[in-house]
């Protein structure tokens, strides 16, 4: 049963374009939300992260927007650049539980053109 | 400074045999996780220690694998038995302490095979 969905597991944008990349969840006890980047051979990089408190977090040219009501949340990039090729994990947290242990999605393989 | 790191990068092995996975963590990092990313997959919560004790392994698939952290800093994944299943990269993360709102730094893994 997978708790964290990435439903795209693929997306390509121009570079200069925005890119959203999209995920639900159906654990209505996360409350702590994670975007990480991983390069081929490399191990994830945390990226931006969100709390259920707020709806939305910002940083530089990464947003992350969260719609606690539908369980669903989604990063943009503005503008997209060649080196945001990646692929992009959303990962999910019960900080009140087990505060510990991430729950990941499949990734979303993001490609940006020159 | 130096990130996490973990031997060997990759392994291959026969099915039935015993392998050892180790990771290094960043220095002075008390919170130590692995996780395993099998093909097309999100990494997988398997176990994590604070300090030397191993808290939560209910990740863990059977009773196959095992971890240790004997002094609070390296730590080694054991697999008895390989089977063809366990064929996945294996990820190691550590963070200052423990907790998500402290960031996961997460080593490159090491890519298991096993024929």
């Known amino acids: 049963d997978q708790q964290v969905k990435q439903n795209s597991p693929s997306l390509s944008v121009q570079e200069g374009r925005i890119s959203i990349l999209n995920c639900d969840y159906t654990n209505s006890m996360f409350d702590y939300f994670l975007w990480y980047k991983k390069y081929p051979a490399e191990g994830p990089t945390f990226l931006i992260s969100i709390s259920s408190i707020k709806d939305k977090n910002e940083d530089g040219r990464f947003t992350v927007f969260l719609n606690k009501s539908a369980k669903h949340l989604s990063l943009h990039i503005v503008p997209s650049q060649p080196g945001d090729s990646a692929v992009y994990f959303c990962a999910a947290s019960d900080s009140g539980g087990s505060n510990y242990k991430l729950t990941f999605g499949k990734g979303t393989l993001l490609t940006v053109n020159p | 400074g130096a990130g996490v790191s973990q031997t060997p990068s990759n392994k291959v092995t026969e099915k039935g045999k015993y392998v050892e996975l180790r990771c290094d963590p960043i220095s002075g990092h008390t919170a130590l996780y692995w996780y395993r990313q099998s093909l097309g997959q999100g990494p997988e919560f398997l176990i994590y220690?604070?300090?030397?004790?191993?808290?939560?392994d209910s990740g863990l698939p059977n009773d196959r694998f095992f971890a240790v952290r004997p002094e609070g800093s390296v730590s080694t994944l054991k697999i008895q038995r390989t089977e063809r299943g366990d064929s996945a990269v294996y990820l190691c993360?550590?963070?200052?302490?423990?907790?998500?709102?402290?960031?996961?730094?997460f080593g490159p893994g090491t890519r298991l095979t096993v024929l």
């Open positions: 993360a550590s963070s200052p302490q423990l907790g998500v709102y402290n960031e996961q730094f």
């Open positions: 220690f604070q300090g030397t004790g191993a808290a939560d």
